[in-house]
């Protein structure tokens, strides 16, 4: 059975988006739920969180609008630190 994140438009939309220009991005996550882990369709873009980075800039354009609020109220655009 495919997962309905494979049939996501804005999702794939976003994928194909980041592939023409180039952006690295891979399937991350999972969440993990009471010994099960749930994949959502979450996405890693490698970029680094920098206002003065270009593809930073293009891709918080593509997903936000000018106020900061996201485009798409069904799609996230997270920063999630690494942490050793």
Avoid: H, Q
């Amino acid at each position: 059975m495919e997962a309905k994140y494979n049939k996501y438009k804005p999702r794939l939309d976003l994928i194909s988006w980041l592939e023409l220009r180039n952006l690295s991005w891979i399937e991350c996550g999972p969440a993990e739920n009471s010994g099960y882990v749930d994949y959502m369709g979450c996405i890693y873009i490698d970029v680094p969180f920098d206002i003065d980075n270009s593809d930073y800039t293009l891709l918080a354009e593509r997903l936000e609008n000018k106020d900061g609020t996201p485009k798409n109220r069904n799609v996230r655009f997270l920063y999630c630190a690494y942490k050793d």
